[in-house]
């Protein structure tokens, strides 16, 4: 069964650093055609993108977090990161790696909560 698996995340104060990964198990190929997305959902709000990392390796950011996170892929390791940077109050949420097929199939971690103190 396909599976991504997530780590990372936490406790950060304001202004400081996390890098969180998405790992992908159970398939021979890492899901190597998939576009990667990286999303963060906060309780009582809808599920917003922050980045996107398309299978020919153009990238997205959302304009709230560009230029602070950076998101990135190693084939090899079947790895998606995500570096977060000038971590802001607001960026506090659970984050969520997405694989998706070109043809629709999706694969969610399981989540990541980071929390950034004042």
């Known amino acids: 069964q396909v599976r991504l698996v997530q780590s990372g995340g936490g406790l950060v104060q304001s202004g400081g650093s996390l890098n969180i990964s998405c790992v992908t198990l159970?398939?021979?190929?890492?899901?190597?055609?998939?576009?990667w997305y990286w999303y963060r959902r906060t309780p009582g709000k809808d599920r917003k993108l922050v980045a996107k990392?398309?299978?020919?390796?153009?990238?997205y950011y959302a304009d709230s977090v560009k230029g602070r996170f950076t998101i990135s892929r190693d084939r090899a390791e079947r790895t998606v990161w995500l570096q977060m940077d000038s971590l802001k109050p607001e960026d506090t949420a659970v984050y969520l790696c997405?694989?998706?097929?070109?043809?629709?199939?999706?694969?969610w971690g399981q989540g990541a909560q980071v929390t950034v103190s004042s």
């Open positions: 997405l694989g998706a097929q070109t043809w629709g199939t999706e694969y």
């Open positions: 990392f398309s299978s020919d390796g153009r990238t």
């Open positions: 159970g398939d021979p190929n890492g899901l190597d055609s998939a576009d």
